[in-house]
């Protein structure tokens, strides 16, 4: 855990582009909340295989206009050389100078990935075109990334990208400690000396969890699952066990060295605010 006790401790929120106006007012005031605590940045998602180009692009400008720094998802999916250029290039004319770069999602129906098969190669992309202009950072998969051969041959695509020019990285969400600690260390005896901010996803409801955790391979433990399952339909005592199971999660990781939180907010500053007040932040 040493390594990362070397990196100050720093805290973003994710969002996803708005789908309607309404979703835009209320992305609004989410981010008016959360802005409130001043974040490192705020970052932007991008839908399966770039479908929401255009929309990240404008809430990124939006958040950035703000005054707290936006970090844009760019994916491999559906991405040429061409247009990752021509993003890039909008992206430094903004003054945006922060990326999550991923390799993305296939949307269903869809057979090729584009020019990039894998993050490391975009990461690779981007240090050619703008040098050192980007803080990138990339996804790491504490409990193995779902499509891994094995969780060796994950390591080494992570370690991949690392080398070719990340700066940090997010954890995609994860429930039981320990397997960040164990990705921790084995990234501190590889040699990787980045800060590895671990992904928090608040407990809000239930069957959307699952049905995430199914899609994105992460484990919801047992007991944990177990316990939601006896809640049923009562979503103030799953909100206020969810609260209490994720608070805990955080404090444990912050006392361990962890380099910061990342939330995944689903566009609600409530959860999130929540645990940050718990963990008196």
């Avoid at 309607?20 to 839908?47: C, I």
């Avoid at 041959?153 to 992570?158: A, T």
């Avoid at 039981?176 to 040699?191: H, P």
Wanted: hydrophobic fraction near 40%; proline fraction near 5%.
């Amino acid at each position: 855990m040493h390594s990362q006790a070397n990196h100050p401790q720093l805290f973003s929120f994710e969002f996803y582009p708005p789908k309607s106006e309404e979703g835009a007012a209320n992305l609004q005031v989410v981010h008016s909340k959360l802005a409130a605590l001043k974040p490192d940045f705020f970052s932007v998602t991008f839908g399966a295989g770039g479908s929401t180009r255009d929309k990240t692009f404008q809430t990124v400008v939006e958040i950035q206009t703000k005054g707290i720094a936006a970090a844009p998802h760019l994916s491999c999916v559906a991405s040429t050389k061409d247009n990752i250029r021509a993003i890039l290039k909008d992206y430094r004319d903004e003054g945006i100078s922060k990326i999550v770069a991923l390799r993305g999602d296939l949307p269903s129906g869809m057979m090729s990935a584009g020019e990039f098969r894998y993050a490391n190669e975009l990461v690779e992309f981007i240090r050619q075109e703008t040098g050192n202009y980007f803080q990138i950072h990339v996804a790491a998969y504490p409990e193995v990334h779902p499509q891994a051969v094995n969780g060796r041959e994950d390591f080494k695509n992570f370690k991949r990208k690392v080398d070719a020019g990340a700066n940090a990285a997010i954890t995609q969400y994860f429930y039981n400690a320990e397997s960040y600690f164990y990705f921790v260390d084995a990234c501190e005896k590889n040699g990787i000396d980045i800060p590895i901010v671990p992904g928090i996803m608040p407990i809000t409801q239930y069957s959307q969890l699952f049905r995430f955790s199914e899609m994105c391979g992460a484990d919801i433990p047992r007991w944990l699952r177990k316990r939601l399952e006896d809640f049923g339909d009562d979503r103030s005592s799953i909100q206020a066990f969810g609260l209490d199971v994720v608070t805990n999660l955080c404090q444990r990781l912050l006392d361990n060295n962890a380099p910061g939180l990342h939330f995944y907010t689903m566009n609600q500053s409530a959860p999130t605010l929540a645990i940050l007040e718990n963990i008196s932040l």
